[in-house]
């Protein structure tokens, strides 16, 4: 029975190494090199996803060290019919990542290092553009900055102070851009 229990609490999570990075140091006898490593790790059927930086002097274990940090940084992203529910704009440095909603059939147009965390989150069809600098580490705060910025349908009415109702019948996002054309 403590099988099932511990089955249960497990998360279906998959991890994708997005950077590793040799640094090297100086010193009296030579150079010691050390390696960094970024994974994004994700749950797509509850929409969170997470990242995290690791540092060791062996690449595996850098890659554990990030796994666990992303697995413990996971945040909610906010996902209507597999697409984001409004355009929306993420900054971090001299970085900014543009997420665009897109109609079905469309796929996750997308850079790698963005492209990675939106695959994680569940995201199915996305419009992304990243303007100014694609330091890995710059794109992937500045993502996760949108995401964060994102509201639901729901969370825009109560903003407002409105029905859902009302909100859903100027929505054009998704199938809604289809309903109303038909």
């Known amino acids: 029975m403590s099988k ?3 089955q249960k609490t497990e998360q279906v999570s998959n991890d994708k190494t997005i950077y590793i990075n040799r640094v090297s140091k100086v010193v009296k006898g030579g150079r010691r090199f050390n390696f960094t490593a970024m994974v994004v ?3 797509a059927e509850n929409s969170k996803v997470g990242v995290g930086f690791g540092k060791a002097s062996q690449v595996p274990e850098a890659i554990r060290k990030a796994t666990e940090k992303a697995r413990a940084s996971m945040m909610r992203a906010q996902v209507v019919e597999g697409t984001v529910p409004h355009l929306v704009t993420g900054k ?5 990542v543009l997420l665009r909603p ?3 059939g469309t796929g996750v147009i997308a ?5 990675s965390i939106l695959d994680a989150a569940g995201y199915t ?3 992304t553009k990243v303007i100014g600098s694609n330091n890995a580490h710059n794109v992937v705060k ?3 900055n949108a995401l964060e910025n994102l509201e639901s349908p729901q969370q825009y009415a109560k903003r407002l102070g409105k029905s859902e109702d009302e909100v859903m019948a100027n929505y054009n996002v998704g199938s809604h851009v289809w ?3 038909g």
């Open 4 to 6: 099932d229990r511990n």
């Open 41 to 43: 790790t994700g749950d």
């Open 92 to 96: 971090f440095g001299a970085t900014k």
């Open 102 to 104: 897109a109609s079905p």
């Open 111 to 115: 850079s790698s290092t963005v492209r």
């Open 125 to 127: 069809n996305v419009l």
């Open 142 to 144: 500045a993502t996760l």
């Open 179 to 181: 309903n109303t054309r």
